[in-house]
């Protein structure tokens, strides 16, 4: 089974549709999860924060009569910084050693936002993280995520009052390095399991689509044993369901006209061979007769006329021929005539501008010159400038620039075309007139059309002696120049 065939394609469409489910259902336990976790996390911050508040307040009340206590109470309240931190870092941990926070970071700052308290395992990336996530002094509760050495935390920005005026901040976080592993256990569990089921559905949809595409492949070998010497050959339609039955009599109908047209074209072929055949015999007979001796000039001259008179048939002939065959376009002899280039430009704006309208974008047409002489082919030299404008309007973005410029240097005038878009990767800039190369461009793969406009409009610009240029920048612009020799009065 080829990698490009049309049973892999569906096994893989069934497969990758049932993968979007399985990841759509698994993504929806694990945000909720992440969701309630995150929520008891809040919860318990919360609690730890009012519980640490209420410790202050109960400062407040037993200040007069807990020496280390009013220590602390000064401290906080007049936002003043003691001498020995260290011990007012011991007095409050001690007090507060039933709340649980020896693995949590937490800093009080006061009002002025001056750091009166902080934990022990409080380290400059702590702080550094502190300062990213809860800048300023907060006035409202409010929680953030942050990574602290590595170490996932999440914290609460909490205002606290105490003896009625004051007003502390506290910044409070916890490690939820098991929340954390409890997602990560679900993330990889699901994962493995839509791997497996989709190696699973992937065998079952190829299995499947094999039963499905047998007729497929039961035409397949019939249809191949059909040559040009049995095109009466025909496949049976009773044993394949109404879809298939519908693709047989199509490929019968084409079978038919392929017979049909096998006929036709020997037909045409014996026409043409009698048709020819009897001009030739007439003119070998005629040069056979000529070449006998003792013809008088009057006789040789109706000879040559008889000959003529045939040959004519002959190329009437041809040019039926020519004009039945079918060929693809080809660029055919330039009817090079003398012209104005300057009104053949501001003919072609005018008719550009209709699309520069759509988009807003600024269009000019810029020269010093009321007229330029050259000798050129005007319905192929339209074709290069409508190429290379209509790429400039493609590529420049809603209210960008296009402008028309004409320049004359050596004989030549030059007509650069600048616009104001998404310009020319320098990878791609070697191969922009190769035929059929198109520029690919993230998350969007390769451009609209068949690779053949640049290298056409080239073609066309050298068959008038000139060439085509171009200069470009990403996401500034392009400029094309085309080149054209002037007339010399």
Same mark, same amino acid.
């Given at each position: 089974?080829?990698?490009?065939?049309?049973? $892999?394609?569906?096994?893989?469409?069934?497969?990758?549709?049932?993968?979007?489910?399985?990841?759509?259902?698994?993504?929806?336990?694990?945000?909720?999860?992440?969701?309630?976790?995150?929520?008891?996390?809040?919860?318990?911050?919360?609690?730890?924060?009012?519980?640490?508040?209420?410790?202050?307040?109960?400062?407040?009340?037993?200040?007069?009569?807990?020496? &280390? &206590?009013?220590?602390? $109470?000064?401290?906080?309240?007049?936002?003043?910084?003691?001498?020995?931190?260290?011990?007012?870092?011991? !007095?409050?941990?001690?007090?507060?050693?039933?709340?649980? !926070?020896?693995?949590?970071?937490?800093?009080?700052?006061?009002?002025?936002?001056?750091?009166?308290?902080?934990?022990?395992?409080?380290?400059?990336?702590?702080?550094?993280?502190?300062?990213?996530?809860? %800048?300023?002094?907060?006035?409202?509760?409010?929680? &953030?995520?942050?990574?602290?050495?590595?170490?996932?935390?999440?914290?609460?920005?909490?205002?606290?009052?105490?003896?009625?005026?004051?007003?502390?901040?506290?910044? $409070?976080?916890?490690?939820?390095?098991?929340?954390?592993? =409890?997602? #990560?256990?679900?993330?990889?569990?699901?994962?493995?399991?839509? !791997? @497996?089921?989709?190696?699973?559905?992937?065998?079952?949809?190829?299995?499947?689509?094999?039963?499905?595409?047998?007729?497929?492949?039961?035409?397949?070998?019939?249809?191949?044993?059909?040559?040009?010497?049995?095109?009466?050959?025909?496949? &049976?339609?009773?044993?394949?369901?109404?879809?298939? *039955?519908?693709?047989?009599?199509?490929?019968?109908?084409?079978?038919?006209?392929?017979?049909?047209?096998?006929?036709?074209?020997?037909?045409?072929?014996?026409?043409?061979?009698?048709?020819?055949?009897?001009?030739? %015999?007439?003119?070998?007979?005629?040069?056979? +007769?000529?070449?006998?001796? /003792?013809?008088?000039?009057?006789?040789?001259?109706?000879?040559?006329? #008889?000959? $003529?008179?045939?040959?004519?048939?002959?190329?009437?002939?041809?040019?039926?021929?020519?004009?039945?065959?079918?060929?693809?376009? *080809?660029?055919?002899?330039?009817?090079?005539?003398?012209?104005?280039?300057?009104?053949?430009?501001?003919?072609?704006?005018?008719? =550009?501008?209709?699309?520069?309208?759509? *988009?807003?974008?600024?269009?000019?047409?810029?020269?010093? #010159?009321?007229?330029?002489?050259?000798?050129?082919?005007?319905?192929?030299?339209?074709?290069?400038?409508?190429?290379?404008?209509?790429? %400039?309007?493609?590529?420049?973005?809603? /209210?960008?620039?296009?402008?028309?410029?004409?320049?004359?240097?050596?004989?030549?005038?030059?007509?650069?075309?600048?616009?104001?878009?998404?310009?020319?990767?320098?990878?791609?800039?070697?191969?922009?007139?190769? *035929?059929?190369?198109?520029?690919? @461009?993230? /998350?969007? /793969? %390769?451009?609209?059309?068949?690779?053949?406009? +640049?290298?056409?409009?080239?073609?066309?610009?050298?068959?008038?002696?000139?060439?085509?240029?171009?200069?470009?920048?990403?996401?500034?612009?392009?400029?094309?120049?085309?080149?054209?020799?002037?007339?010399?009065?």
């Amino acid at each position: 089974m080829k990698n490009n065939s049309f049973r $892999l394609k569906i096994s893989i469409l069934y497969t990758s549709i049932l993968g979007v489910i399985l990841v759509f259902f698994s993504i929806y336990p694990i945000y909720t999860t992440q969701k309630i976790l995150r929520k008891e996390q809040e919860d318990a911050l919360l609690v730890k924060a009012q519980q640490m508040d209420n410790y202050i307040d109960v400062y407040t009340i037993t200040s007069q009569k807990d020496q &280390s &206590s009013a220590m602390l $109470l000064y401290m906080l309240f007049k936002g003043e910084i003691l001498n020995n931190r260290k011990l007012v870092a011991e !007095l409050w941990e001690r007090d507060t050693k039933s709340l649980g !926070l020896g693995k949590d970071l937490y800093r009080i700052r006061n009002i002025k936002g001056e750091e009166v308290l902080r934990s022990n395992n409080f380290t400059p990336d702590a702080e550094r993280s502190f300062n990213v996530k809860f %800048a300023g002094f907060g006035d409202k509760t409010s929680f &953030s995520s942050m990574s602290v050495n590595g170490i996932p935390y999440y914290g609460i920005n909490y205002q606290i009052i105490f003896a009625q005026k004051n007003t502390l901040n506290l910044q $409070l976080a916890m490690p939820i390095t098991y929340a954390q592993k =409890i997602i #990560n256990d679900m993330v990889f569990s699901y994962i493995c399991g839509i !791997l @497996f089921v989709l190696f699973a559905g992937l065998f079952i949809a190829t299995y499947l689509t094999r039963r499905i595409l047998k007729p497929v492949d039961d035409v397949t070998r019939t249809a191949r044993d059909i040559t040009q010497k049995n095109l009466n050959l025909r496949i &049976s339609v009773e044993e394949y369901d109404k879809e298939f *039955k519908e693709l047989v009599d199509s490929f019968n109908q084409m079978i038919g006209r392929l017979g049909s047209s096998f006929a036709y074209i020997n037909n045409f072929n014996s026409h043409v061979s009698h048709e020819m055949k009897t001009p030739l %015999a007439i003119i070998k007979g005629e040069l056979e +007769l000529a070449l006998e001796a /003792g013809n008088t000039k009057e006789k040789n001259e109706q000879i040559m006329k #008889n000959v $003529l008179e045939e040959v004519y048939k002959l190329i009437r002939i041809i040019k039926e021929m020519l004009l039945i065959a079918e060929y693809e376009y *080809k660029f055919d002899i330039f009817k090079m005539e003398r012209m104005d280039l300057i009104k053949f430009l501001k003919e072609v704006f005018q008719q =550009i501008r209709v699309l520069t309208e759509e *988009k807003n974008i600024n269009f000019e047409f810029l020269t010093q #010159n009321e007229s330029l002489w050259i000798e050129g082919d005007a319905t192929h030299l339209r074709r290069v400038f409508f190429n290379l404008l209509h790429n %400039a309007v493609k590529f420049t973005p809603t /209210g960008g620039e296009i402008k028309i410029l004409t320049e004359i240097s050596e004989q030549k005038v030059f007509v650069s075309i600048k616009d104001t878009g998404i310009g020319i990767a320098p990878e791609n800039q070697a191969r922009i007139f190769e *035929k059929f190369f198109r520029v690919r @461009f993230s /998350g969007q /793969g %390769a451009i609209e059309g068949n690779g053949l406009g +640049l290298s056409m409009a080239r073609a066309i610009a050298k068959a008038h002696n000139g060439d085509i240029t171009f200069e470009s920048d990403v996401n500034k612009g392009s400029a094309f120049k085309v080149s054209l020799p002037i007339l010399l009065h």
